[in-house]
Nanobody, 127 residues
Framework: EVQLVESGGGLVQPGGSVRLSCAASGFTFDDCAMNWVRQAPGKGLEWVSAISWNGDRIHYAESFKGRFTISRDNARNILYLQMNELKSEDTAVYYC????????????????????WGQGTQVAVSS
C-alpha cells in the first residue's frame, strides 16, 4: 500500500531551522512529483512547495522563497523540506503529498493533484 511518513518536526526557537523528511513507499516515488503542504492551528491547508520527479523543477509559495528548500533523494525514496529563519507563524502540521501520475510536472502553484498524503509532522516555533 501507499505510505508517506513524515518526521523531523518538534519545538524550534524563532529564527531556528529544522529539516523535515517524508519516507515514501508503495509507489514509484522517482516517477512522481511531490509536495509539502501545511496546516496551521485553526486554519486551512496551505501549499508550501513542489518538486518534479527528478528535482529539476521546483516551486515555492511566495512567502517561503528564500527560507525553505525542498529536495529529494530518489535512491532512498525520501522527500525533504529544509526550513530556516522560522517564525511563530510557521507553527503547523506539515504534510507531504504525492502526484502519482508519472512525470507530470508541477507548476508554480503545485501539482493540483494529491494522490497520497502522510499523517503529518508537527512543527512548533516558540521561545
Amino acid at each position: 500500500e501507499v505510505q508517506l511518513v513524515e518526521s523531523g518536526g518538534g519545538l524550534v526557537q524563532p529564527g531556528g531551522s529544522v529539516r523535515l523528511s517524508c519516507a515514501a513507499s508503495g509507489f514509484t516515488f522517482d516517477d512522481c512529483a511531490m509536495n509539502w503542504v501545511r496546516q496551521a492551528p485553526g486554519k486551512g491547508l496551505e501549499w508550501v512547495s513542489a518538486i518534479s520527479w527528478n528535482g529539476d523543477r521546483i516551486h515555492y509559495a511566495e512567502s517561503f522563497k528564500g527560507r525553505f528548500t525542498i529536495s529529494r533523494d530518489n535512491a532512498r525514496n525520501i522527500l525533504y523540506l529544509q526550513m530556516n529563519e522560522l517564525k511563530s507563524e510557521d507553527t503547523a502540521v506539515y504534510y507531504c503529498a504525492a502526484d502519482m501520475l508519472p512525470f507530470r510536472q508541477p507548476v508554480a502553484t503545485g501539482t493540483s493533484v494529491y494522490d497520497g498524503w502522510g499523517q503529518g509532522t508537527q512543527v512548533a516555533v516558540s521561545s
